[in-house]
C-alpha cells in the first residue's frame, strides 16, 4: 500500500467482511504506529510480580507495549480465574539441591477461542479474536510450550536482551523449587518511555519524574539539580565557579581514593578557620605562613601550645627562651644561675654525680 487508506461510507452502500476488516485495520494499524513510533517497548504500568504460594507467582493488572506497538494488558478482572496471571511453577525442571533464578517474561498473543466459534456450511468460523499475554519462564533445564491452558511457555537459559520478550523480574527459588521469602526482584523489569528523535537541542519546562532516566551524550542544566538517593558518577566531575554546596559531601568509598584540588581550599566556617575534626597525616611536608596553635585558637607566636610539650630532643642555644619555671632553675645572685634538683652534664648525656664535664675547665 502507498498510501494510508481509511473505509469511507455513504447511504445505500453494500458491505462486506473485507469493509470491516479494513475499519479495523485502519485504527489498529495508526495505534501500533503511535505506540511504537512514538514510545520505547516495555511495562507501561502495573504488571508486577509477587509470590502466590510456595510454588506459585501472580501478576498484577498493568498494561505493556512491544516493539511493534501491540499492548499486552492484564484486566483486573483477570485476577480473579487464576487461570491467566497466576503462574503455577510446579512443573519446571530445576537443577536439584541448589537455587535458582528465573526470569519471568512477558509477550503479546492473540488466539480464538471456542466460545466463539460458529459453523458456516462445513467450516469453521470464529466471530472474536482474543489478546492476550503469554508468560515466558526463562531459566527451566527443558523447553516447554503452550503450559497452563496456552498462557505459559518454559525455555531454558536467559532470556533475550533484544526486543523479542519484555523482562518482568527475576524470581530465586530454593533448593526445594519454592519461591523464597524476598525472593521476587521487580526492579529488573524494562520500562517503557516516551521516544524522541535525535535533536540538537531538547528544552524541558516542567518536573520531570522517573524511576530510571538514561542519557547519552552531554547534559546541560542551567538550574538547580536535586538528587534526593544516591548519585554514582563514573568518571572525573570537575566543578568549576561553584560557590555553596549546601549539606554534608562524601567523596570516595575506599582507602585508596584520592580528592585532588588545583588551586586553593577556603574555608567557609563562621570562625573563619578551616577546620579538621579527625586526626590529620601527611606523608610531606605541612608548610604554614602564620602561627601555629596547639591547645589555642588564637596562636600570638609562630608555634604556641597551651599545655605539656614532650621532646625526645631539642636542638638550640636557649638564647631565646624565656619564662621558663622558677621551680627547676634559681638566680643565685652575680649573674649566676644554678639548678634546683637533679644532676646537670656539659657535653654529656651520662649525668651520674652531680655535675659531669667532658673537657676542659678553665677558672679565674
Not at 566531575?237 to 568509598?253: C, N, P, Q, Y
Not at 570562625?271 to 610531606?284: P, Y
Not at 638564647?319 to 644554678?338: E, F, H, M, Q, R
Request: aromatic share 4%; net charge negative.
Amino acid at each position: 500500500m502507498k498510501y494510508i487508506q481509511r473505509p469511507n461510507y455513504f447511504t445505500s452502500q453494500f458491505l462486506v467482511e473485507k469493509d470491516f476488516n479494513d475499519e479495523q485495520t485502519y485504527h489498529r494499524g495508526m495505534r501500533l504506529r503511535h505506540n511504537s513510533l512514538l514510545h520505547e517497548w516495555g511495562v507501561v504500568e502495573g504488571l508486577e510480580v509477587r509470590e502466590a504460594g510456595q510454588k506459585k507467582i501472580a501478576v498484577s493488572e498493568g498494561m505493556a507495549i512491544d516493539k511493534y506497538g501491540r499492548e499486552i494488558i492484564v484486566l483486573p478482572d483477570c485476577t480473579v480465574p487464576d487461570t491467566i496471571n497466576t503462574i503455577n511453577l510446579d512443573g519446571l525442571e530445576l537443577e536439584p539441591n541448589t537455587t535458582t533464578t528465573i526470569e519471568i517474561t512477558v509477550i503479546y498473543d492473540e488466539i480464538k477461542d471456542d466460545g466463539d466459534e460458529v459453523a458456516v456450511g462445513n467450516d469453521k468460523k470464529y466471530t472474536r479474536t482474543t489478546e492476550r499475554p503469554k508468560f515466558v519462564i526463562y531459566g527451566s533445564k527443558t523447553s516447554k510450550d503452550n503450559l497452563q491452558d496456552g498462557n505459559v511457555d518454559v525455555k531454558t537459559g536467559f532470556a533475550p536482551t533484544d526486543d523479542n520478550v519484555i523482562l518482568l523480574a527475576r524470581v530465586t527459588l530454593d533448593n526445594n523449587g519454592e519461591v523464597s521469602e524476598n525472593a521476587v526482584d521487580n526492579s529488573v523489569r524494562k520500562l517503557a518511555g516516551p521516544k524522541l528523535s535525535n535533536l540538537d537541542k531538547l528544552e524541558l519546562d516542567g518536573t520531570i519524574s522517573a524511576e530510571n532516566l538514561n542519557l547519552t551524550g552531554n547534559s546541560t542544566i542551567d538550574g538547580s539539580l536535586t538528587v534526593n538517593g544516591n548519585l554514582e558518577v563514573k568518571g572525573d566531575v570537575i566543578a568549576r565557579d561553584t560557590e555553596h554546596i549546601a549539606g554534608d559531601v562524601s567523596l570516595g568509598d575506599a582507602d585508596n581514593h584520592e580528592v585532588k584540588v588545583t588551586g586553593v581550599i577556603r574555608s567557609g566556617h563562621s570562625s573563619g578557620a578551616l577546620r579538621v575534626d579527625d586526626a590529620l597525616h601527611t606523608t610531606g611536608a605541612l608548610t604554614v605562613d602564620g602561627n601555629v596553635g596547639i591547645g589555642t585558637n588564637n596562636p600570638r607566636q609562630k608555634l604556641e601550645v597551651a599545655g605539656t610539650v614532650k621532646a625526645t630532643r631539642f636542638e638550640g642555644d636557649g638564647s631565646g627562651l624565656t619564662g621558663i619555671g622558677a621551680g627547676k632553675w634559681s638566680d643565685g645572685g652575680s649573674n649566676g644561675i644554678y639548678y634546683n634538683n637533679g644532676n646537670v652534664g656539659a657535653i654529656c648525656t651520662n649525668t651520674y654525680i652531680a655535675i659531669v664535664i667532658v673537657n676542659t675547665v678553665t677558672t679565674t
